[in-house]
């Protein structure tokens, strides 16, 4: 079939969400870090329009953009599947993972930034929140949003349970109050004591590191 | 109804005649349901709660939301007429790049050139045309993005040639001069009857377009 390479940055949780796909479905890969700030001409060549993490290269076709990415290993390895097989309970799924996708963002803005810049980041990124507890199918009745098993849409909203606790801790600001989104707290704890996604997850405290350096940088150029 | 389809809609959305025209390519039957979005209707917001927004199609009384989500479920569903996606994974993962590509960038960088003015508008135009390029390159000598077959990015990109008189006359310049193979192929996806009865005139574009720039500037 061809073999199967990621190239990633560690700790992306872009590049993440792929290695959970592929560890769900065991499939075997090579793991390819990449230095954003001096772009391989591998990482050029296979995503030359957005010369971005992640790229996974199967049999030396690239495929780029982490949720497209995630469709493709859902086409190609049907085992475990992370997507409903209704066409209906597909479109409610990918309609989810858009979400997660778009809005998830937010919660970078609150690093990024200080001041009103961070302060709009925060207050989209409760909206986002606000609107995943309050609708999010499944929530609350199944362990994951996927039901039974870890779905796509769990996978795309996984960096709230995981890279939100960093950002918080680095920049002071809590996004996520304790309480106010109980069904989403035991999401989260479901989801990170997942055996695959808990062997799958960045050192907390060496991702914290790097989260920390990033804000310093960033607030630096500024 | 025989498919038992409802489209919300609105008559200038871009995203709205992305559905239409998936609709009219499988050759299905559908209630179209105008909506008003400084009035949204209960069932808007009953069937879309989280974005408030059109095109929603409710099947049999289900809605899904969000015009690509919408084109996908069209095409699996009613999948044995006109597929709007190939089979092999691989060339659907490129669709798929293809469509978020225009996604990302048409919609937010057009609304610029038709609806801003001076530095923005210019910067905007610049960007417009180079978005333009680089799906020029990836159509390259095929007649249709999809191929040899009408697909979801010709279905993705198609409403926004109904800006196109717009955004040239707002920004006083040409994009047939600037990338004809574009204007091209818009002009063959024009010749079916599934896009040209979901695209409105663009002169009629252009005067709705020229209200909204105008309500913009007065906020």
Redesign the interface.
């Known amino acids: 079939m061809g073999e199967v390479k990621l190239l990633g940055t560690w700790p992306s949780p872009f590049s993440y969400r792929v290695i959970w796909a592929l560890k769900l479905k065991g499939i075997p890969y090579e793991y390819i870090e990449q230095d954003l700030s001096n772009k391989s001409p591998l990482l050029l060549q296979s995503n030359p329009v957005h010369k971005k993490i992640p790229v996974l290269i199967h049999g030396g076709n690239p495929i780029a953009e982490s949720v497209i990415i995630l469709q493709y290993i859902e086409d190609k390895w049907p085992q475990n599947p992370l997507l409903p097989s209704d066409p209906y309970e597909k479109a409610v799924a990918r309609f989810w993972v858009k979400f997660a996708d778009e809005k998830g963002l937010s919660i970078w803005k609150v690093l990024r930034f200080s001041g009103e810049e961070q302060e709009k980041g925060l207050k989209e990124s409760l909206e986002m929140l606000e609107v995943i507890e309050e609708h999010a199918p499944g929530l609350g009745q199944k362990k994951f949003f996927g039901g039974d098993k870890i779905g796509m849409v769990d996978l795309a909203l996984g960096q709230l349970a995981h890279w939100m606790g960093a950002i918080e801790e680095v920049t002071g600001v809590q996004i996520m109050e304790a309480g106010k989104f109980p069904r989403l707290e035991t999401w989260m704890k479901n989801f990170k004591e997942d055996p695959v996604i808990k062997e799958n997850l960045p050192e907390f405290k060496d991702m914290l590191a790097v989260v920390k350096h990033r804000r310093e940088t960033l607030l630096a150029s500024k | 109804m025989a498919d038992d389809l409802i489209l919300l809609n609105l008559w200038s959305s871009p995203f709205g005649m992305r559905v239409r025209i998936a609709l009219a390519e499988k050759g299905l039957d559908y209630e179209l349901i105008e909506e008003d979005l400084s009035n949204k209707s209960p069932l808007l917001l009953k069937m879309n709660?989280?974005r408030k927004q059109i095109a929603v199609l409710i099947?049999k009384g289900?809605p899904?939301?969000?015009s690509l989500?919408?084109v996908?479920?069209i095409d699996?569903?009613w999948r044995h007429k006109s597929p709007l996606l190939p089979s092999d994974?691989?060339a659907?993962?490129?669709a798929?790049?293809w469509a978020?590509?225009v996604d990302k960038n048409i919609y937010a960088i057009g609304k610029l050139v038709w609806g801003a003015t001076g530095e923005i508008q210019e910067a905007a135009k610049k960007e417009l045309i180079e978005c333009f390029k680089?799906l020029e390159g990836e159509l390259g000598d095929k007649p249709y993005f999809g191929g040899d077959s009408f697909g979801i990015v010709d279905v993705a990109l198609i409403p926004f040639y109904s800006w196109f008189y717009a955004m040239e006359t707002c920004g006083n310049f040409s994009i047939v001069a600037e990338c004809p193979k574009l204007v091209s192929w818009a002009k063959r996806c024009m010749e079916r009857e599934s896009v040209s009865k979901s695209l409105p005139d663009q002169y009629k574009m252009y005067c709705f377009l020229l209200e909204l720039k105008t309500k913009f500037q007065a906020q």
């Open positions: 709660p989280v099947n289900r899904i939301c969000e989500i919408i996908q479920y699996e569903v994974p691989c659907r993962a490129k798929r790049f978020d590509y680089v």
